[in-house]
C-alpha cells in the first residue's frame, strides 16, 4: 500500500511541477508578446478626444501652466505610474490610453508620479 501512496505523491508532484513550468513559460511569452506588441502601437495624438481630456502633450515643457495649474516641475510621462514603458525608450504603452503609445517626455492631467 505505501508504495502505491509513493507512486500518487510522486506522479501527483510531477504534474505539479509540470505545471509549474508550463505556467511560467507562458508568462514569460506574454511578457515577450506585451514588450514586441508595446514598440508597435500607434502614437497618441493630441488631437485624439480622450487626449484632448486630459490636456495631453508630447513634451510637457509646452503644458499650458495657466490652464493646468496642477504642473509640478519634472512631470512627464515617463516618471507616471500610468506609463508602463522601458526605460529610455522615447514611447511606450500608457494604461490611461489603451491601444496607444505616449510621448516618454510628454505629460497629461491625470500625471500620478511613481512612488
Known amino acids: 500500500m505505501s508504495d502505491t501512496k509513493n507512486s500518487s505523491r510522486r506522479g501527483f508532484l510531477q504534474i505539479l511541477g509540470a505545471a509549474g513550468a508550463l505556467a511560467l513559460g507562458a508568462a514569460q511569452e506574454r511578457e515577450a508578446w506585451a514588450q514586441g506588441a508595446a514598440a508597435e502601437l500607434p502614437h497618441l495624438s493630441p488631437a485624439d478626444p480622450t487626449a484632448k481630456a486630459l490636456g495631453y502633450v508630447e513634451d510637457a515643457s509646452k503644458v499650458d501652466k495657466t490652464k493646468f495649474p496642477t504642473l509640478k516641475p519634472g512631470a512627464r510621462c515617463s516618471n507616471c505610474n500610468f506609463y508602463q514603458g522601458a526605460a529610455g525608450k522615447a514611447f511606450g504603452p500608457c494604461q490611461l490610453f489603451p491601444g496607444k503609445s505616449v ?9 500620478s508620479p511613481k512612488a
Open 103 to 111: 510621448n516618454a517626455a510628454g505629460w497629461c492631467a491625470s500625471h
